[in-house]
């Protein structure tokens, strides 16, 4: 099981409610955490795809990225507001991402 990899996972933070109000998922571990202890509501069709979706990506069925789209979708669901997040370097490894500007 791949609970910590972090290749191919675009970082994403959320704007929770309540006093953990913040959170970033880097990993699958990360992600399973979320759904499982902060998550604000647990019975949308969306927030079953992800919890499904998280099981697969961390035994290897999907990849990382595909589990990704999943758990947006199912933030949206919930009304939790997103922000992607691309660490220093990622824009060299990622060829598909925008370039960034630098300061």
């Known amino acids: 099981m791949c609970w910590n990899t972090s290749s191919a996972f ?11 109000s913040r959170k970033i998922v880097w990993t699958l571990g990360d992600a399973a955490r979320l759904l499982m202890n902060d998550w604000p509501c647990d019975d949308g069709e ?6 499904k979706a998280c099981v697969d990506a961390i035994t290897g ?3 990382p990225e595909q589990f990704r789209e ?3 979708r ?7 507001r997103t922000l992607s997040l691309v660490p220093q370097g990622m824009g060299e490894r990622r060829p598909d991402l925008p ?3 630098r300061t």
């Open 10 to 20: 675009t970082p994403v933070g959320f704007a929770l409610r309540g006093p953990k």
């Open 61 to 63: 069925k999907i990849a």
């Open 46 to 51: 969306e927030y079953m795809a992800a919890v």
């Open 70 to 72: 999943v758990l947006l």
């Open 99 to 101: 370039p960034m500007v």
């Open 74 to 80: 199912a933030a949206d669901e919930a009304g939790i």
